[in-house]
Protein backbone atom coordinates (compact mmCIF):
# COMPACT_ATOMS: atom_id res chain seq x y z
CA UNK A 1 0.00 0.00 0.00
CA UNK A 2 1.15 3.38 -0.84
CA UNK A 3 1.50 6.23 1.10
CA UNK A 4 -1.28 8.26 -0.21
CA UNK A 5 -1.67 11.86 1.50
CA UNK A 6 -5.11 11.71 1.30
CA UNK A 7 -6.23 9.34 4.02
CA UNK A 8 -9.61 8.19 1.42
CA UNK A 9 -7.42 6.89 -1.32
CA UNK A 10 -5.85 3.40 -1.38
CA UNK A 11 -3.48 2.75 -3.69
CA UNK A 12 -0.72 -0.26 -4.45
CA UNK A 13 0.75 -1.29 -7.13
CA UNK A 14 0.04 -5.24 -6.29
CA UNK A 15 -2.90 -7.67 -5.42
CA UNK A 16 -2.40 -9.14 -2.21
CA UNK A 17 -1.36 -12.66 -2.76
CA UNK A 18 -4.92 -13.73 -1.05
CA UNK A 19 -7.50 -13.11 -3.21
CA UNK A 20 -10.01 -13.48 -0.79
CA UNK A 21 -8.81 -9.71 0.45
CA UNK A 22 -9.63 -8.19 -2.89
CA UNK A 23 -11.76 -5.04 -1.72
CA UNK A 24 -15.54 -5.69 -2.31
CA UNK A 25 -17.76 -3.09 -3.73
CA UNK A 26 -21.26 -3.14 -2.86
CA UNK A 27 -24.14 -0.51 -2.54
CA UNK A 28 -26.40 -2.39 -0.13
CA UNK A 29 -28.37 -4.21 -2.48
CA UNK A 30 -25.25 -5.91 -4.99
CA UNK A 31 -22.00 -6.22 -4.40
CA UNK A 32 -18.76 -7.92 -5.46
CA UNK A 33 -14.96 -8.48 -5.17
CA UNK A 34 -13.32 -6.59 -7.87
CA UNK A 35 -12.17 -8.90 -10.45
CA UNK A 36 -14.18 -11.81 -9.05
CA UNK A 37 -16.70 -14.10 -11.18
CA UNK A 38 -18.94 -14.45 -8.19
CA UNK A 39 -21.42 -11.14 -6.78
CA UNK A 40 -24.13 -11.60 -4.39
CA UNK A 41 -27.62 -9.86 -3.77
CA UNK A 42 -29.27 -8.53 -0.76
CA UNK A 43 -32.04 -11.47 -0.01
CA UNK A 44 -30.66 -14.15 -2.76
CA UNK A 45 -29.89 -16.73 -0.39
CA UNK A 46 -29.60 -21.37 -0.88
CA UNK A 47 -29.64 -23.98 1.32
CA UNK A 48 -31.52 -25.14 4.40
CA UNK A 49 -31.18 -24.28 8.62
CA UNK A 50 -27.36 -24.12 9.17
CA UNK A 51 -26.44 -24.84 5.36
CA UNK A 52 -28.09 -21.31 4.50
CA UNK A 53 -25.80 -19.18 2.46
CA UNK A 54 -25.48 -15.97 -0.13
CA UNK A 55 -26.52 -17.37 -3.22
CA UNK A 56 -23.57 -17.01 -5.21
CA UNK A 57 -24.54 -14.76 -8.58
CA UNK A 58 -22.57 -15.09 -11.88
CA UNK A 59 -20.71 -11.57 -12.05
CA UNK A 60 -20.81 -10.10 -15.67
CA UNK A 61 -17.72 -7.96 -14.51
CA UNK A 62 -15.43 -10.09 -14.00
CA UNK A 63 -12.46 -8.91 -16.37
CA UNK A 64 -9.70 -7.55 -16.03
CA UNK A 65 -7.52 -5.35 -19.05
CA UNK A 66 -4.54 -6.61 -20.36
CA UNK A 67 -1.86 -4.97 -22.79
CA UNK A 68 0.01 -7.26 -25.35
CA UNK A 69 3.26 -4.48 -24.83
CA UNK A 70 4.53 -4.90 -21.31
CA UNK A 71 3.20 -2.48 -18.96
CA UNK A 72 3.48 -0.87 -15.27
CA UNK A 73 0.14 -1.84 -12.99
CA UNK A 74 -1.25 0.38 -10.10
CA UNK A 75 -4.64 -0.25 -8.09
CA UNK A 76 -6.47 2.36 -6.33
CA UNK A 77 -9.48 2.53 -4.03
CA UNK A 78 -11.01 5.65 -3.91
CA UNK A 79 -13.46 6.11 -0.68
CA UNK A 80 -14.69 9.89 -0.99
CA UNK A 81 -15.19 12.75 -3.63
CA UNK A 82 -12.16 14.72 -3.17
CA UNK A 83 -10.82 17.76 -5.40
CA UNK A 84 -10.05 18.39 -8.54
CA UNK A 85 -7.03 16.92 -9.62
CA UNK A 86 -4.89 17.44 -12.80
CA UNK A 87 -2.41 14.87 -14.53
CA UNK A 88 0.44 16.18 -16.86
CA UNK A 89 0.92 13.36 -18.56
CA UNK A 90 0.97 14.67 -22.13
CA UNK A 91 0.40 12.89 -24.74
CA UNK A 92 0.62 13.64 -28.78
CA UNK A 93 -1.89 12.36 -31.49
CA UNK A 94 -2.31 14.36 -34.50
CA UNK A 95 0.57 16.46 -33.71
CA UNK A 96 -1.99 18.67 -31.43
CA UNK A 97 -1.25 18.81 -27.26
CA UNK A 98 -3.70 17.29 -24.79
CA UNK A 99 -4.36 17.30 -21.18
CA UNK A 100 -5.90 15.18 -19.43
CA UNK A 101 -7.86 15.93 -16.14
CA UNK A 102 -9.26 13.42 -13.38
CA UNK A 103 -11.77 13.99 -10.35
CA UNK A 104 -10.97 12.17 -7.45
CA UNK A 105 -14.36 10.10 -7.81
CA UNK A 106 -16.26 7.91 -4.63
CA UNK A 107 -16.43 4.49 -3.89
CA UNK A 108 -14.77 3.51 -7.04
CA UNK A 109 -11.53 0.87 -7.38
CA UNK A 110 -9.43 1.98 -10.73
CA UNK A 111 -6.70 -0.41 -12.45
CA UNK A 112 -4.23 2.05 -14.34
CA UNK A 113 -2.06 -0.07 -17.01
CA UNK A 114 0.85 2.28 -18.31
CA UNK A 115 2.38 0.91 -21.40
CA UNK A 116 4.56 2.23 -24.18
CA UNK A 117 1.71 2.39 -26.52
CA UNK A 118 -1.23 3.44 -24.36
CA UNK A 119 -2.22 4.36 -20.96
CA UNK A 120 -5.51 2.27 -20.08
CA UNK A 121 -7.60 3.06 -17.52
CA UNK A 122 -10.45 0.67 -15.68
CA UNK A 123 -13.22 1.86 -13.19
CA UNK A 124 -15.76 -0.43 -11.12
CA UNK A 125 -18.02 0.32 -8.67
CA UNK A 126 -21.52 -0.48 -7.55
CA UNK A 127 -23.53 2.37 -8.43
CA UNK A 128 -24.76 4.35 -5.15
CA UNK A 129 -27.99 5.95 -5.94
CA UNK A 130 -29.16 3.17 -8.67
CA UNK A 131 -28.80 -0.40 -7.04
CA UNK A 132 -29.59 -2.55 -9.27
CA UNK A 133 -26.70 -1.04 -11.58
CA UNK A 134 -23.34 -1.71 -11.66
CA UNK A 135 -20.63 -0.32 -13.76
CA UNK A 136 -17.14 -0.81 -15.48
CA UNK A 137 -15.60 1.93 -17.42
CA UNK A 138 -12.46 1.94 -19.55
CA UNK A 139 -10.48 4.27 -20.49
CA UNK A 140 -8.24 4.80 -23.13
CA UNK A 141 -5.42 7.59 -23.81
CA UNK A 142 -2.81 6.85 -26.56
CA UNK A 143 0.71 7.52 -26.68
CA UNK A 144 1.45 6.93 -30.35
CA UNK A 145 -0.09 8.82 -33.28
CA UNK A 146 -3.49 7.82 -35.13
CA UNK A 147 -2.64 5.44 -37.54
CA UNK A 148 -0.52 3.07 -35.59
CA UNK A 149 -2.60 0.54 -33.57
CA UNK A 150 -3.01 0.39 -30.25
CA UNK A 151 -4.25 -3.04 -28.83
CA UNK A 152 -6.02 -3.63 -25.22
CA UNK A 153 -7.32 -6.93 -24.28
CA UNK A 154 -10.61 -7.34 -21.82
CA UNK A 155 -10.10 -10.87 -20.21
CA UNK A 156 -13.32 -12.20 -18.73
CA UNK A 157 -14.05 -14.90 -16.27
CA UNK A 158 -17.75 -14.57 -16.82
CA UNK A 159 -19.55 -17.73 -16.76
CA UNK A 160 -23.23 -17.81 -16.46
CA UNK A 161 -23.74 -20.28 -14.20
CA UNK A 162 -24.28 -20.81 -10.35
CA UNK A 163 -24.56 -23.78 -7.43
CA UNK A 164 -27.12 -22.08 -5.72
CA UNK A 165 -28.95 -21.07 -8.84
CA UNK A 166 -30.20 -22.67 -12.01
CA UNK A 167 -30.76 -20.35 -14.96
CA UNK A 168 -33.21 -20.98 -17.82
CA UNK A 169 -32.84 -19.69 -21.29
CA UNK A 170 -34.42 -16.03 -22.23
CA UNK A 171 -34.94 -13.32 -24.28
CA UNK A 172 -32.56 -10.48 -23.66
CA UNK A 173 -33.93 -8.27 -20.65
CA UNK A 174 -34.57 -4.57 -21.56
CA UNK A 175 -36.29 -1.92 -19.74
CA UNK A 176 -36.40 -0.60 -16.00
CA UNK A 177 -32.78 -0.52 -14.50
CA UNK A 178 -31.48 -1.37 -18.54
CA UNK A 179 -33.26 1.59 -19.78
CA UNK A 180 -32.25 3.85 -16.39
CA UNK A 181 -28.62 3.17 -17.27
CA UNK A 182 -28.55 3.73 -20.80
CA UNK A 183 -30.06 6.79 -20.42
CA UNK A 184 -27.75 8.00 -17.69
CA UNK A 185 -24.75 7.12 -20.36
CA UNK A 186 -26.60 9.29 -22.87
CA UNK A 187 -26.88 12.31 -20.44
CA UNK A 188 -23.01 12.10 -18.90
CA UNK A 189 -24.67 11.54 -15.27
CA UNK A 190 -23.44 8.21 -14.71
CA UNK A 191 -20.39 8.47 -12.99
CA UNK A 192 -21.90 11.85 -11.04
CA UNK A 193 -24.76 10.57 -9.69
CA UNK A 194 -22.89 8.11 -7.96
CA UNK A 195 -20.19 10.04 -6.81
CA UNK A 196 -23.17 12.47 -5.72
CA UNK A 197 -24.41 10.19 -3.56
CA UNK A 198 -21.63 9.02 -1.57
CA UNK A 199 -20.60 12.73 -0.89
CA UNK A 200 -23.95 13.26 0.40
CA UNK A 201 -23.33 10.01 2.82
CA UNK A 202 -20.11 11.16 3.57
CA UNK A 203 -21.72 14.20 5.21
CA UNK A 204 -23.91 12.25 7.24
CA UNK A 205 -21.28 10.07 8.80
CA UNK A 206 -17.31 10.69 8.99
CA UNK A 207 -14.58 9.63 11.84
CA UNK A 208 -10.92 10.97 10.83
CA UNK A 209 -7.88 10.70 13.45
CA UNK A 210 -5.14 12.98 13.36
CA UNK A 211 -1.60 12.31 14.15
CA UNK A 212 -1.40 8.82 12.79
CA UNK A 213 -2.31 7.60 9.12
CA UNK A 214 -2.12 4.71 9.57
CA UNK A 215 -4.68 4.38 12.11
CA UNK A 216 -6.65 7.16 10.38
CA UNK A 217 -6.36 5.35 6.83
CA UNK A 218 -8.17 2.00 9.02
CA UNK A 219 -10.86 4.21 10.22
CA UNK A 220 -11.73 5.18 7.09
CA UNK A 221 -11.55 2.04 5.47
CA UNK A 222 -13.66 0.38 7.67
CA UNK A 223 -16.17 3.63 7.40
CA UNK A 224 -16.30 2.65 4.04
CA UNK A 225 -17.16 -1.05 3.59
CA UNK A 226 -19.92 -0.58 6.72
CA UNK A 227 -21.62 2.23 4.72
CA UNK A 228 -21.14 0.27 1.62
CA UNK A 229 -23.11 -2.44 2.72
CA UNK A 230 -26.31 -0.65 4.18
CA UNK A 231 -29.09 0.60 1.22
CA UNK A 232 -29.89 4.54 1.38
CA UNK A 233 -33.03 4.91 3.52
CA UNK A 234 -33.81 7.02 6.88
CA UNK A 235 -33.03 4.65 9.75
CA UNK A 236 -31.87 4.85 12.95
CA UNK A 237 -28.67 2.80 13.70
CA UNK A 238 -28.76 1.48 16.78
CA UNK A 239 -25.37 -0.45 17.98
CA UNK A 240 -26.21 -3.59 20.47
CA UNK A 241 -26.19 -6.98 21.53
CA UNK A 242 -29.41 -7.80 23.17
CA UNK A 243 -30.86 -11.76 22.69
CA UNK A 244 -34.26 -11.56 24.19
CA UNK A 245 -37.88 -12.53 23.98
CA UNK A 246 -40.83 -10.08 23.37
CA UNK A 247 -44.24 -11.48 23.08
CA UNK A 248 -43.01 -14.90 21.83
CA UNK A 249 -40.25 -13.67 19.47
CA UNK A 250 -36.84 -13.77 19.64
CA UNK A 251 -34.63 -11.29 18.75
CA UNK A 252 -31.38 -11.83 17.56
CA UNK A 253 -28.06 -11.11 18.67
CA UNK A 254 -26.26 -8.61 16.70
CA UNK A 255 -24.21 -5.74 15.78
CA UNK A 256 -26.37 -3.37 14.56
CA UNK A 257 -30.60 -2.95 14.26
CA UNK A 258 -31.82 -1.01 11.33
CA UNK A 259 -34.27 1.04 13.26
CA UNK A 260 -37.58 2.05 11.38
CA UNK A 261 -41.14 3.71 12.76
CA UNK A 262 -42.18 -0.29 13.36
CA UNK A 263 -39.12 -0.84 15.57
CA UNK A 264 -40.08 0.66 18.42
CA UNK A 265 -40.96 -2.24 20.62
CA UNK A 266 -36.69 -2.84 20.24
CA UNK A 267 -36.00 0.78 21.56
CA UNK A 268 -38.47 0.16 24.48
CA UNK A 269 -36.94 -2.97 25.29
CA UNK A 270 -33.62 -1.21 25.72
CA UNK A 271 -34.68 1.27 27.68
CA UNK A 272 -36.84 -0.87 30.06
CA UNK A 273 -33.62 -3.75 30.61
CA UNK A 274 -32.61 -2.30 33.50
CA UNK A 275 -30.16 -4.87 35.73
CA UNK A 276 -31.54 -4.91 40.20
CA UNK A 277 -28.25 -6.75 41.74
CA UNK A 278 -24.93 -5.19 42.13
CA UNK A 279 -22.41 -8.14 42.17
CA UNK A 280 -18.68 -8.30 43.26
CA UNK A 281 -18.01 -11.75 43.26
CA UNK A 282 -16.66 -13.77 40.79
CA UNK A 283 -20.11 -15.79 40.27
CA UNK A 284 -23.18 -14.16 40.37
CA UNK A 285 -26.93 -13.83 39.18
CA UNK A 286 -28.53 -10.76 38.26
CA UNK A 287 -32.13 -10.21 37.95
CA UNK A 288 -33.49 -7.80 35.67
CA UNK A 289 -36.56 -5.73 35.88
CA UNK A 290 -39.11 -7.98 33.58
CA UNK A 291 -37.65 -11.02 35.75
CA UNK A 292 -35.72 -12.16 33.01
CA UNK A 293 -32.70 -13.96 34.49
CA UNK A 294 -29.18 -14.09 33.31
CA UNK A 295 -26.55 -15.98 34.52
CA UNK A 296 -22.89 -14.63 34.55
CA UNK A 297 -20.01 -16.83 35.62
CA UNK A 298 -16.69 -15.78 36.33
CA UNK A 299 -15.69 -19.06 37.60
CA UNK A 300 -15.15 -20.84 34.29
CA UNK A 301 -14.80 -24.51 34.12
CA UNK A 302 -12.06 -24.96 31.96
CA UNK A 303 -13.17 -24.71 28.82
CA UNK A 304 -12.48 -21.16 26.93
CA UNK A 305 -14.91 -18.21 26.49
CA UNK A 306 -15.44 -18.43 22.61
CA UNK A 307 -16.07 -14.48 22.66
CA UNK A 308 -16.89 -11.41 24.62
CA UNK A 309 -20.20 -12.12 26.96
CA UNK A 310 -20.16 -10.75 30.44
CA UNK A 311 -17.92 -7.84 29.55
CA UNK A 312 -20.60 -6.55 27.42
CA UNK A 313 -22.28 -5.57 30.45
CA UNK A 314 -20.86 -2.71 30.53
CA UNK A 315 -20.22 -2.08 26.70
CA UNK A 316 -22.65 -1.89 24.87
CA UNK A 317 -24.95 -2.28 27.54
CA UNK A 318 -24.18 0.22 29.69
CA UNK A 319 -25.46 -1.93 32.79
CA UNK A 320 -24.65 0.76 36.20
CA UNK A 321 -21.36 -0.83 38.14
CA UNK A 322 -18.68 -0.06 39.96
CA UNK A 323 -15.58 0.54 38.22
CA UNK A 324 -14.43 -2.11 40.51
CA UNK A 325 -17.08 -4.62 39.27
CA UNK A 326 -16.08 -3.35 35.65
CA UNK A 327 -12.63 -4.14 35.78
CA UNK A 328 -13.17 -7.43 37.70
CA UNK A 329 -14.88 -8.60 34.49
CA UNK A 330 -12.21 -7.49 32.14
CA UNK A 331 -9.50 -8.91 33.74
CA UNK A 332 -11.19 -12.47 34.29
CA UNK A 333 -12.23 -12.74 31.43
CA UNK A 334 -8.94 -11.74 29.31
CA UNK A 335 -7.61 -14.50 30.24
CA UNK A 336 -9.98 -17.40 29.57
CA UNK A 337 -11.19 -15.83 26.13
CA UNK A 338 -10.20 -18.27 23.19
CA UNK A 339 -7.44 -16.36 21.11
CA UNK A 340 -9.10 -17.68 18.05
CA UNK A 341 -12.08 -17.24 18.34
CA UNK A 342 -14.18 -14.92 16.05
CA UNK A 343 -12.19 -11.47 16.24
CA UNK A 344 -14.84 -9.31 17.03
CA UNK A 345 -12.28 -5.65 16.82
CA UNK A 346 -9.96 -7.42 14.25
CA UNK A 347 -10.36 -5.33 11.19
CA UNK A 348 -10.09 -7.67 7.96
CA UNK A 349 -10.82 -11.20 8.61
CA UNK A 350 -12.85 -12.91 11.18
CA UNK A 351 -9.92 -15.15 12.95
CA UNK A 352 -6.82 -14.26 14.01
CA UNK A 353 -4.99 -16.22 11.13
CA UNK A 354 -6.78 -14.69 8.77
CA UNK A 355 -9.38 -17.78 8.28
CA UNK A 356 -13.34 -17.45 8.56
CA UNK A 357 -14.74 -14.56 6.62
CA UNK A 358 -12.76 -12.06 5.59
CA UNK A 359 -13.49 -7.74 4.79
CA UNK A 360 -15.23 -8.65 8.43
CA UNK A 361 -17.89 -5.96 8.77
CA UNK A 362 -18.51 -6.97 12.27
CA UNK A 363 -14.76 -6.61 12.93
CA UNK A 364 -14.50 -3.68 11.77
CA UNK A 365 -17.79 -2.46 13.63
CA UNK A 366 -16.18 -3.17 16.87
CA UNK A 367 -12.68 -1.63 15.41
CA UNK A 368 -14.90 1.75 15.13
CA UNK A 369 -16.71 1.53 18.62
CA UNK A 370 -13.13 0.85 20.07
CA UNK A 371 -11.80 3.79 18.75
CA UNK A 372 -15.18 6.31 19.10
CA UNK A 373 -17.02 4.66 22.31
CA UNK A 374 -13.46 3.67 23.96
CA UNK A 375 -10.77 6.29 23.26
CA UNK A 376 -13.31 9.10 23.91
CA UNK A 377 -15.76 7.59 26.36
CA UNK A 378 -18.25 9.28 24.15
CA UNK A 379 -22.37 7.72 24.82
CA UNK A 380 -25.69 7.45 23.03
CA UNK A 381 -28.20 7.24 25.72
CA UNK A 382 -31.66 6.40 24.38
CA UNK A 383 -35.10 7.24 25.84
CA UNK A 384 -38.38 6.32 24.18
CA UNK A 385 -40.52 9.12 23.78
CA UNK A 386 -43.65 7.44 21.85
CA UNK A 387 -43.89 5.12 18.74
CA UNK A 388 -42.51 7.26 16.25
CA UNK A 389 -39.35 9.73 17.66
CA UNK A 390 -36.82 9.10 20.52
CA UNK A 391 -34.84 11.22 22.40
CA UNK A 392 -30.69 11.03 21.73
CA UNK A 393 -28.62 12.22 25.00
CA UNK A 394 -25.03 12.50 23.68
CA UNK A 395 -22.52 12.38 27.21
CA UNK A 396 -18.86 12.83 26.31
CA UNK A 397 -17.21 11.66 29.51
CA UNK A 398 -13.17 12.26 28.55
CA UNK A 399 -11.54 13.60 25.43
CA UNK A 400 -8.29 12.97 23.80
Known sequence: MSCNLDPYIFTTDTLPSDLRFLPPLANGLLGWKVFNNI?????????????????????????????????????????????????????????????????????????????????????????????NILVMEVLLERHVTLEEPVIVNLVSSFTPQSKD?????????????????????????????????????????????????TLCKAVIGCMFYLLSAFPLLSSWLIFSNIRHQKNGKKLPSASTYLLTKSCSTILSLMATVKVCASYTKPQRRIKHSDNIQMFCWLSHTGQPVKQADT?????????????????????????????????????????????????????????????????????LVIYPANMFSVQIIICLLSAL
Not at 325 to 341: I, M, Q, S
Request: aromatic share 12%; charged share 15%; hydrophobic share 35%.
Open 165 to 213: IQFECSPDYKGGSYDEGLNLMATGNLRPSHEKAWKELWLQSKVEVTGSQ
Open 39 to 131: MHMGGVYNGEAGQCHRADVPCPLAVKIETEDPAQHSYTLDTHTGSLSKCKGLFRACSLVFFSVFFSSSGIFSHDLRSSTVTASQSLYSHRFYP
Open 311 to 379: VMLGYPLGVPMSPEVRRNDLEAYEPVTDPNGPAMTWVWSESSDGSGAVNFLTGMGGFLQAVLFGYTGFR
